[in-house]
């Protein structure tokens, strides 16, 4: 298995247990602060993983099969722009002053997260 498919894994594992935790009527600070932090931290692992390879194929690759790399690319910078901003918005502190929306923000971002993931299994995958 490719340090990729490990890293998707695990986010996708992560992703799950916030979705189970924002479940709960209330929210459990520690456990979400632990899991924010894995998860900002696997994610831009798995960020520089990504554009790494990108850069690797847009040199070797022919030009014919270039655009879905420079696709992924552009995408990946606006998914890490929306999650940026999420985080941004959504400090620990604001997310217990307002957990039902922090849950209804976060349902936003796991959506997107699951559509990168699964943009970058289908463009990078047949290259592992």
């Not at 690759?61 to 940026?84: D, G, H, V």
Request: net charge negative; proline share 5%; charged share 25%.
């Amino acid at each position: 298995m490719s340090d990729l498919e490990t890293l998707h894994e695990e986010l996708l594992e992560m992703l799950d247990a916030l979705e189970f935790l924002c479940a709960n009527p209330t929210p459990d600070e520690s456990a979400l602060a632990g899991l924010r932090y894995r998860l900002t931290r696997t994610s831009g692992a798995r960020r520089k993983l990504v554009e790494s390879l990108c850069i690797t194929l847009q040199m070797t690759l022919p030009k014919a099969e270039i655009a879905p790399i420079r696709a992924l690319r552009e995408a990946n910078i606006a998914a890490m722009t929306f999650s940026s901003d999420h985080i941004g918005t959504w400090s620990l502190r604001q997310v217990m002053k307002d957990w039902p929306g922090y849950c209804a923000a976060s349902k936003q971002v796991r959506q997107t997260m699951r559509e990168q993931i699964a943009l970058e299994r289908d463009t990078l995958y047949p290259y592992l």
